[in-house]
């Protein structure tokens, strides 16, 4: 769209913002009611501009800035934005030709109980070794993924090689029949319409019992529509998959949402947990997420414990389980296996010398 007789910036702006209220409505479309969301990037023309199609390239990076941010709303392209665009393009290129060489590695890191300090299961934590770049961490490319729809495929793949490297220990050792690997879903993922049909299959493939699979969801999945969601999580719990809620306590899923779901544990997020101290606020709000636990009778996983101290402290509250660098860092498949003939407890000692 060509704005040609614009007083001023704002007069622009506030054109925009006219033009996503009335398009931003319900739409009937055979029969279904359908909501739409709108993005725009706007860049304004001046004398430095050599050609139509430079002023359209940038209009287009602020859209792409635009979805980026959460869509449905407006971004005035600025130079800086350049550079970022073309970091994720690359990123992207790359992300496509990833899984194809083999480059993804699932690390795992141990979950301890914290009564004994003993293993009682790993998240699966996916790494990606990109052959310039080194050890990429899933900060950076996750949620590349996820917007670029990849996520699909690359969750797929964790899911399946979580699984089957879960069976492998397991048929190895007898007494590890109640160890457990936490997945992490992406929302995307969650979302799909044969999610369910997806575990099923990596769990017939691998062999894997589904009560040695956990997976774990956000917060944030839950303000979609919720009666899908439940539906999904109690084909999963009819299966005997159990479901973690992530990161708890950023999100903000209502207590009225949370007692519908089929969930078998919170996971108390790490900013909570680095920092408590005695009658601090975070060991209050930890203290209620716990008490909360205890009422809707989920388990507690506190994540990110790097210090004895925090760790004697949350089992003081009753918190069961316990994952963080204090017992050991994500490791590959490798080094996993030697904890799991390690029958003693976790300390960090003891597990560092693999990070
Ligand atoms: P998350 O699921 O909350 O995973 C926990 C993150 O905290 C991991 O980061 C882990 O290495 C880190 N962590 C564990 N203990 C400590 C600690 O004591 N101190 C500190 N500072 N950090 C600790 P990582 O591996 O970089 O993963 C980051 C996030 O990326 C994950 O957060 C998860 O949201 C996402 N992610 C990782 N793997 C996958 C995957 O296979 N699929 C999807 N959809 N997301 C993934
Ligand atoms: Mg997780
Ligand atoms: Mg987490």
Redesign the pocket.
């Known amino acids: 769209m060509i704005i040609e007789e614009a007083a001023s910036p704002d007069e622009v702006e506030q054109f925009i913002g006219r033009l996503m209220s009335e398009l931003a409505k319900e739409y009937n479309i055979e029969q279904r009611s359908l909501f739409a969301t709108f993005s725009v990037g706007v860049a304004f023309w001046n004398r430095d501009y050599a050609s139509a199609e430079d002023l359209l390239r940038d209009a287009d990076t602020a859209l792409y800035q635009a979805k980026r941010g959460g869509r449905n709303r407006y971004v005035i392209f600025e130079q800086a934005m350049q550079e970022n665009v073309s970091r994720f393009m690359e990123v992207e290129t790359d992300l496509r030709k990833a899984l194809g060489r083999n480059e993804f590695r ?2 795992y ?1 141990p979950i301890v109980s914290l009564g004994d300090g003993r293993l009682s299961g790993f ?5 990606w070794e990109h052959p310039v770049h080194g050890l990429v ?3 950076e490319f ?1 949620p590349i ?2 917007e670029t729809g990849l ?1 699909i495929e ?2 797929d793949w ?2 399946e090689e ?1 699984c089957r490297q879960m069976a492998e220990w397991k048929a190895a050792d007898p007494n590890l029949s109640e160890l457990w690997v ?6 995307r ?1 969650f979302n799909q319409p044969d999610f369910v049909e997806g575990v099923i299959a990596a769990l017939d493939r691998t062999g894997l019992d589904a009560a040695n699979l956990k997976l ?1 969801i ?1 917060e944030s999945m839950m303000v979609d529509n919720l009666d899908l969601i439940v539906d999904k999580m109690e084909r999963l719990n009819g299966l005997g998959v159990r479901i973690s809620i ?2 708890f306590g950023t999100g903000y899923s209502s207590l009225n949402n949370l007692h519908r779901l089929p969930l078998s544990s919170l ?1 108390i ?2 900013s909570f ?2 920092r408590i101290e005695a009658g601090g606020e975070s060991e209050e709000i930890i203290r209620t997420i716990i008490s909360l636990a205890k009422t809707l009778q989920l388990e507690i996983i506190a ?4 210090t004895p101290l925090q760790a004697s402290h949350l089992e003081n509250l009753e918190c069961r389980f316990g ?4 017992f050991g ?2 490791v590959d498949a490798e080094h996993a296996r030697g904890l799991l003939s390690a029958d003693r407890p976790l300390v960090a000692e003891q597990t560092l010398q693999f990070a």
């Open positions: 699932v690390f890191q998240e699966a934590l996916i790494r961490s899933p900060a996750i993924a996820e996520i690359i969750g964790v899911l979580s936490s997945v992490n879903a992406s929302c993922q774990e956000t992530d990161d996971k997020d790490r947990v680095n994540e990110g414990i790097e994952q963080g660098y204090y860092r994500p």
